[in-house]
């Protein structure tokens, strides 16, 4: 039947009962509800949807679930996702990324409601979800990003994809956007988790997007099917971008954007910050520069940078800053004082280049043939001169 | 007599013996010379110069003065020095900078030979020097600038001259010219630190800007009058500008940039450095990046941030971030969850409120008119809805 036709290959594996009482538990609660994911957690899912149902949850449960759980129903959620063409995936599934959510329920424990993990996810997309995410990273910024910043994201992300890991990002306007389309630009998957149900394309203006997304990656949402975008639900959504990372980099941010948010998750997480700098005059990177000022933040500049924080074991670090070579760089001091002294054009006596140059007149007779032999020097008739090289 | 009037008001109070003395002691090594430095300072600038010239100097010292000790005079400097408007500031000045100088001072005494303190310093300007230093900060970049760097450079020396710093640099083309030239415009002085005689104008470029310097500020070398520009003389001079400033502030710098050198010389002198992030596409904001990283520079990105660093306590930290304050800001993540859930038009029911946040009932009845007393729900006839502020 439906939830099976549409759970497909990891979906095989999950009973129809546990997929209903998913379903339902994820339609019944606001996310994140702590106490609900307590629960199904102690109980075991169909029990926890037969006792919430039943209305005799004990109250910190009841009060996640009592608003809606006689108005909401797996059956109608299921024959939603079915329609939109969303399969359910759950934490009884193989494909539950079980690396990613720990940390949320870990943040949980000790004492961050606001991070439970999601009851269950619905997907759009048949990518196989525990092992996209297996090498991943968040990039996400602010949706009034500049031109700039949605060209350094996307590069970002093609040059992450490329090297293979999972962009994850939130499918907004601006660096969001940008980098999914880095992503599918490299040929592979990019993860976008929706404020809303997966259903529904938001940002509108994204609806090419997402679907291409969907058809190279996976639309995600822990909102059940119809579910409306709130201003909350963006915010909400964050911890799983962040959760789903192995690090997040922030490529632009202003002084108030979600993408702060999202850090500081992914902070809180304790998964690596990383920040791309813009200009100073730049009112979007305003957020970028102020998480690297706090020490929340490393700065990158390019994605061998963000490899060495994602896998420091898997690549050496790079040469941070590659230096031209000269044929100068091997002398001293002294060595270099008697290089500038010597003429390109005229020879000059041993003599005039200690006075121009100000060293003990041994000292330049031992340096000139030194000189010559690394081929800075050249001995003449009367004198030397600088090796025009 | 000629070092009479030239050196003016400072000068009066030392004597010709030492203005002799150092003109001929600053002429006959070629910089840094630290042994030269300490034997002056044991014996004093008159005996030293006599010891110097007989040729019966110490052998460390010799190494630094024989090459030149017979072909050299201080009456032609200081002659010279007459003829280009420049005085001479010695150590026994009172207008000499001992708490810039001592750090270099000290620098040499830990093994820093490449530190040590000038023998004198030709000026082109009357600007009370100490004093103007006093409080200061060095502005240095590239020479192959942006327009970005320039910009933020000038504005940067601008904002902090009005402050009351004196902007210390190298009058370079690019960024060391458009702090000078911020400075100015600001009708503050700012000192220049050449890598050749003061009476030289370098580069030929900048002779008008040299000019305007020399007015209102002042163009300052170690270097005798007439000693042209070297490669090595450029890293040498550095050290004058990082000891002269509080803190260095790097604008712009390439992979190999001279900007770097100063850097590296005012870490080693203790003296904090900040750097101006840019966009990562620009080769000329690599150093920057790369200083911030490594964690040698602190990331700045306005004038408040370089005087919080330069006078902890002359200025409270800025608010880094001034987040724009919104109605909703003092609700918490469930009050958001209830306000997020009203309709800015039609009235809703408590009951569908409940249900569409998924709060409790009693939480949305306990809530409702803490949202109306804060503006931000209205009651009306069939339930309650936005109140459009």
């Known amino acids: 039947m439906w939830s099976m036709e549409k759970a497909g290959p990891p979906g095989a594996e999950v009973g129809d009962e546990i997929l209903l009482a998913r379903a339902y538990l994820s339609a019944v609660a606001e996310p994140p509800a702590p106490a609900l994911a307590g629960f199904i957690a102690a109980h075991g899912a169909s029990r926890a949807a037969e006792v919430v149902r039943s209305g005799s949850a004990p109250p910190s449960v009841a009060d996640e679930v009592d608003a809606r759980r006689e108005h909401v129903s797996g059956e109608a959620a299921l024959e939603a996702a079915a ?16 690396k990613s959510f720990d940390s949320l329920a870990d943040a949980t424990a000790i004492g961050l409601p606001g991070m439970a993990a999601p009851i269950a996810l619905w997907v759009r997309g048949q990518v196989a979800f525990a092992e996209s995410l297996g090498t991943s990273v968040a990039i996400v910024g602010a949706r009034a990003a500049s031109g700039y910043g949605e060209r350094v994201a996307a590069e970002f992300a093609h040059g992450l994809a490329i090297e293979g890991y999972t962009v994850v990002s939130g499918a907004a306007y601006g660096i ?5 389309r880095g992503a599918l630009a490299a040929g592979r998957p990019t993860i976008a988790f929706l404020a809303c149900g997966a259903d529904i394309d938001y940002p509108s203006g994204h609806s090419m997007l997402l679907r291409a997304i969907g058809e190279q990656g996976a639309v995600v949402s822990e909102y059940a099917p119809g579910t409306e975008p709130r201003k909350h639900r ?3 959504r964050n911890r799983l971008i962040a959760a789903c990372g192995q690090g997040t980099v922030v490529v632009e941010a202003g002084a108030r954007s979600g993408a702060s948010n999202t850090a500081n998750t992914a902070d809180a997480l304790g998964r690596p910050v990383m920040a791309v700098p813009g200009p100073v005059t730049s009112k979007s990177s305003v957020g970028c520069h102020e998480m690297v000022r706090s020490g929340k933040a490393l700065l990158v500049t390019n994605v061998d940078h963000v490899r060495e924080v994602l896998s420091p074991l898997g690549v050496g ?14 002398l001293d001091r002294v060595a270099k004082q008697l290089h500038d002294a010597l003429s390109d054009s005229a020879a000059t006596s041993a003599d005039e280049l200690a006075r121009d140059s100000g060293l003990p007149l041994r000292k330049v007779r031992a340096l000139l043939p030194a000189l010559e032999l690394a081929g800075l020097a050249v001995r003449e ?7 025009p090289t």
Chains 1, 2 share one sequence.
């Open 176 to 180: 969001d956007g940008a980098a999914h």
């Open 317 to 330: 670090p790079t040469t941070d800053l590659p230096v031209p070579a000269k044929a100068t760089d091997s």
């Open 83 to 98: 329609m939109a063409g969303l399969r359910l995936v759950t934490p009884e599934h193989s494909g539950w990324p079980h």
């Open 381 to 387: 008739e009367r004198g030397w001169s600088r090796n």
């Open 234 to 236: 963006f915010l909400v």
